[in-house]
């Protein structure tokens, strides 16, 4: 089975810091994903990666970055915390195009304070 | 536009009654879809997958969902629900090949009754 691990289940960060979310894959996955979940907006793309330092932003990428510097490891920074940011993050891969399926971790839910 | 409906926020069903979960999209082509699960706290699990072929698709946990071309619709249904299937349940369109792009429904949140 596909592995997806977030690095941390729950974090809590002030306003202005920088924070980092971890996640890792262990199927060799080209792509993977940034999502954030919202009751009432369902998910939204953050950000895609294809490849090593490959990138494409998705629907709602401001105020976050990524780096993708390993295959297995795909990072969402938040160059600066606002409390908009407060939301449950998840990562997934997959292994080929959109007939592919996703495959998640359990989430980060973020509180911005 | 692309787009993904559930058009039920919340159902609550008693333990032992059949389910049906509505989904509908708007699609140019043949779209890939999806059914995932999302227990509290947790991350999304795919529960079954329509990319052709029979319109009848099994999935796990004794979920199956049947794909309706001229109603555009992909309903999941599990005939008797058990407590354990209390989540939110997602439906989700995969967009043309050689792209990134998934949309997902807003949920449909399922309570079981016991």
């Known amino acids: 089975d596909v592995k997806v691990t977030q690095s941390s289940r729950y974090l809590v960060k002030r306003t202005g810091e920088k924070v980092f979310l971890e996640c890792v894959q262990d199927?060799?996955?080209?792509?993977m994903f940034w999502y954030r979940q919202d009751p009432g907006l369902g998910l939204r793309l953050i950000y895609f990666?294809?490849?090593?330092?490959?990138?494409e932003k998705g629907d709602i990428p401001e105020g976050y970055s990524v780096s993708r510097e390993k295959k297995e490891r795909f990072s969402l920074i938040l160059e600066s915390a606002s409390t908009n940011q407060t939301s449950m993050y998840l990562c997934a891969s997959r292994a080929g195009g959109t007939n592919s399926p996703l495959h998640f971790g359990n989430g980060t839910r973020l509180t911005v304070t | 536009a692309q787009s993904v409906t559930q058009p039920d926020i919340h159902i609550t069903v008693s333990e032992g009654a059949s389910l049906e979960l509505r989904c509908n999209y708007s699609y140019g082509a043949t779209p890939y879809l999806f059914w995932y699960v999302q227990s509290p706290g947790q991350g999304l699990q795919l529960l079954l997958k329509y990319f052709s072929g029979d319109t009848l698709v099994q999935g796990i946990k004794g979920f199956e969902a049947e794909f309706k071309r001229s109603q555009s619709s992909f309903n999941l249904r599990k005939p008797s629900v058990h407590w354990s299937d209390a989540a939110e349940y997602f439906c989700a369109v995969g967009a043309s090949p050689g792209t990134y792009k998934y949309i997902f429904g807003t949920g449909t949140r399922l309570k079981v009754l016991a």
């Open positions: 990666s294809y490849d090593v330092k490959m990138k």
């Open positions: 199927m060799d996955h080209e792509n």
